[in-house]
């Protein structure tokens, strides 16, 4: 997959067909549009590019009233599940105030249009862009015969009256509810960061844990708890489980920590990136009354895991 910072580094090619939106979670609705622009371009053999977002126009503009954006995916995790479901090129916008003042026409014509090159363009059914939002499928048809280019629109898609959005999955993770968040995905949900050094107490109660640091500190972590969890390690696929919390039993120092213990894994990853995969909740943190309490609560945590291992995978 090609991946171009900004306008100035993709060559023009009028042979193209692009989308472009934020795509946080890269969930089932974006894959419906990432399928469509693979396909249309593959039969009329064009060029398939994707725009996104980067910082997320929320965070830049920081509109009053309105809460701290919480991603679904971070730029990373987007270009890797765009790989993934193989999309050829992605261009990544650089969003600051500027940018977001361009008007929603000189964006499309000089941007679109003029730089990346255009032949269809493929929007969903509520896509708005340029300045206050006001660039639209309006304004696109206005377009289209003075510049060559065709439109496709495509229509929403839901599981029954549940629409898939990226505020429904966050809504589902908010609750803990990691099942109908994945489900709503189509994908495990996930967390990269990097693996740093911690205190290193799992090693002395017999379960040594990776310590992840989330790559973006607007990064939706899921609630606090002990959870179901795969990782994927030089394409090797680990099992195992994941604690959210504070380590009340062990520690009084109140820091939200991240650590994933992996089953039948004994490798040096500090300082290597990887990515936390959800599959589900199995329990609420708690203080216990000793380590050895603890201990025998993760080898429960460890088989609940394993049992859960042989039944979804």
């Known amino acids: 997959m090609n991946i171009y910072n900004g306008f100035d ?22 894959q419906y549009i990432i399928k469509k622009l693979i396909k249309i371009g593959s039969e009329n053999k ?55 003042q361009t008007p929603a026409r000189t964006f499309a014509v000089d941007y679109l249009i003029k730089k990346v090159g255009m032949s269809k363009i493929l929007i969903g059914y509520d896509h708005l862009f340029g300045k206050d939002r006001i660039g639209n499928e309006n304004l696109l ?29 966050r809504e589902a993770l908010q609750i803990s509810d990691i099942e109908s968040a994945n489900k709503l995905l189509g994908h495990y949900y996930g967390l990269r960061g990097e693996v740093v050094r911690g205190l290193q107490r799992g090693r002395t109660i017999g379960f040594p844990t990776a310590n ?18 795969y990782s994927d390690i ?6 195992g489980m994941a604690n959210l919390g504070y380590k009340p039993t062990v520690t ?11 089953f039948d894994f004994d490798r040096d990853i500090y300082g290597k990136y990887i990515t936390l995969h959800f599959v589900k909740k199995i329990r609420e943190e ?22 859960l291992k042989e039944v979804l995978f």
């Open 9 to 30: 580094e993709i060559p023009f090619n009028q042979n193209t067909i692009l989308t472009l939106g934020t795509f946080d979670g890269v969930h089932l609705g974006h």
């Open 46 to 100: 064009l060029r398939n590019v994707l725009l996104t977002i980067h910082p997320h126009p929320q965070i830049v503009l920081k509109k009053e009233g309105r809460p701290p954006v919480s991603l679904l995916t971070s730029i990373d995790e987007r270009l890797e599940l765009f790989e993934k479901f193989g999309i050829e090129n992605v261009v990544i916008i650089p969003f600051n105030y500027e940018f977001s």
């Open 141 to 169: 048809k206005e377009l289209a015969p003075l510049y060559n280019f065709s439109i496709e629109r495509l229509d929403r898609i839901g599981e029954a009256d549940h629409a898939i959005s990226s505020t429904a999955i």
């Open 212 to 229: 992840i640091a989330p790559d973006d500190e607007h990064k939706l972590l899921p609630p606090l708890g002990v959870y179901f969890v």
């Open 234 to 239: 030089d394409n090797i696929r680990y099992y």
């Open 252 to 262: 009084d120092e109140h820091k939200l920590t991240i650590e994933a213990n992996y």
């Open 286 to 307: 708690k203080k216990f009354a000793s380590i050895d309490a603890l201990k025998e609560q993760i080898s429960n945590d460890k088989q609940t895991c394993l049992n």
